[in-house]
């Protein structure tokens, strides 16, 4: 068996760990399930908890199926390093809840751009991350859907699973360039970026160091900058007293969007809170002024929704109407979450949508009909298949269903209302 490591390896950018399980598969030549049978299940320790093949098992986390996985990786190939392709290193350091995605998520730019460069490309860790949404290196918002197939909900695993392709029709999903979105959203850059150097951090650790705890860090936060004061700290961050005084005592982890919070309002690094804990408050006096949305407990779906039902008003007074599948792609969400959460107004858009295909496809036809008419009144019904295309400026004329349609009965009216009966005969192999 041929094997490599993990892409990206000591960066921001590491590779995740399903997508190196996926590449592995590629070098050996064979399908994602037969390694998995010949290779990593036997590998697994009888004793331990077995690396299970389950689209809902989260292989990047910080649960048991995380850890069944990295060991048996670990195993595999002799290299403790393999954990930082999950984020089993900050396992009592962030909260596990809603930490990673399910469903892939990419950026068609880095992929073709790491193809090009390097002839193989890889999915890093942190676009597995729930909170990541953007692309800092190009601005721009993460995919969730195939542009082919327009399937969302990717998941890491499928029994023929391709690095970078997708999970339903198996396509390329990198792009050359695209259109990025008009005004990328500043704070989504900032947690992007805050991410990648979070997860630069567990390889760059010396041997026997660790990340610092959760409660550690949230303590040191709240001594620092807030004078002891959890009140005061849940004020500034705009999150609940009660649950900044939980992470301090260590009852729970602290979220990621906790720290989010923290670094945006302290100024502090990554790696000032999860390595040294040795804060500037220089920086304080800068981020004084942020003043963050009230912390709520929300569902990502009721922020996604919230954006969904804007889009779709917006839609329905917009020029040319939307469909909306393309619609939900253009938001990179699921056609069928539209389609679901806002059964009328998806109809309605749906209508004024196909009325102004219907009308752009009879105005198409009309031009079309009008050239292939100008055609035979200066050649006549008997002009060659070939010069009808050499006209049209379309070699395809006669292959498209409708443009034959149109021709056939054109040259027919032309030769009903010029020629004598018996010359319909004569001329009707033109119509072949
Ligand atoms: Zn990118
Ligand atoms: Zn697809």
Known sequence: MIHDMPRGMGSGRVEQLSSFAVR??????????????????????????????????????????????????????????????????????LAPRSLIDPHRKWCPLCLQEEHSTTGDTYEPLVWRLTDVEWCPKHDRRLEVACPICCRCRQDWMSFKARVGCCRYCGRWLGQESSIGDAEPAHIGLYYARFCEEMLRLPAALKDSQTLIPGSEIAC????????????????????????????????????LMFYFRSGLHTGATAEELFVTNVFSRDKLALSEQLAFEPYRARARRTDQKERVIESLNQALTSFPPQSVRGLALQLHVDPNFVWRSFPNLAAEISTRHSAYTAQLAASRRAEFTADVRAALDRFGPSIAPNQMKAILEDPACYLNCWKREVIMEEIAAVLVDEAPVGAMVKTSSNLQ
């Open 24 to 93: 592995q598969a590629e070098l050996n030549s064979l399908a994602y399930i037969d390694y998995y049978r010949e290779v990593i299940a036997p590998a697994s320790d009888a004793g331990s908890h077995r690396p299970r093949l389950t689209r809902m098992s989260v292989v990047e986390g910080i649960g048991r199926a995380a850890e069944a996985w990295s060991e048996t990786f670990v195993r595999l190939f002799g290299n403790r390093l393999l954990r930082t392709c999950t984020l089993l290193p900050f396992r009592g350091v």
């Open 220 to 255: 040191a936060l709240r001594d620092v900058f807030f004078a002891g004061s959890s009140h005061q700290m849940g004020r500034a961050l705009a999150m609940p007293t009660g649950l900044c005084n939980e992470y301090c005592a260590g009852r729970i982890p602290p979220s």
